[in-house]
Every structure is written in structure tokens, then in C-alpha cells.
């Protein structure tokens, strides 16, 4: 099936999950959401907002999309980086 990374767009009423291909593969309501990781739908449209979201709280909407949760720490110019330290 797909694999690799995907991309989350939460909007004011829709969480939807897409495949690199551009297909939504899960679609809930924000509702739907706060209620399964345990706040309410005023409170998780605030955060969308305010683009505010706890590690935790990502590792939340990620159970309820059953997908997993990653945060990285990209270098993009190894060369600048030995230079400055």
C-alpha cells in the first residue's frame, strides 16, 4: 500500500491525511477528533489556529489517523555546519 511520509491538512472542519500521490486516505471530522484524543472541538479549532499543537497532541491525532508520528531535524549544508562550530 502507501508508504513513507504523508501529509496532514487540518482545516476548520475536516482533518484529512494525504498520500504522496495526493489521495486522501482518511478523512474525520475535527468533532470527531477532539473528542477521540480528549478535548473539545472549540479548544482543537483554537490550536489550528494558533498552529500550537504539543508533541503529544500530534502523537494523539496521529493514533486516531493510524499512522505514526515523526519529527526531524534536517541539516541541509553539512559544510556551513562544520564551519561554525
Known sequence: M???????LLNRSTALLYAPT???LKEITLSKLAEKI???QPNLSNKL?????????LNQI????????????VLE???RFKTDN
Open 77 to 79: 549544508d553539512i559544510e
Open 38 to 40: 480528549g478535548t473539545s
Open 22 to 24: 495526493n489521495t486522501a
Open 49 to 57: 489556529k494558533r498552529d500550537n499543537f504539543s508533541e503529544k497532541e
Open 2 to 8: 502507501y508508504e513513507g511520509l504523508f501529509d496532514l
Open 62 to 73: 496521529a493514533e486516531v489517523l493510524e499512522v505514526k508520528y515523526e519529527a526531524n531535524f
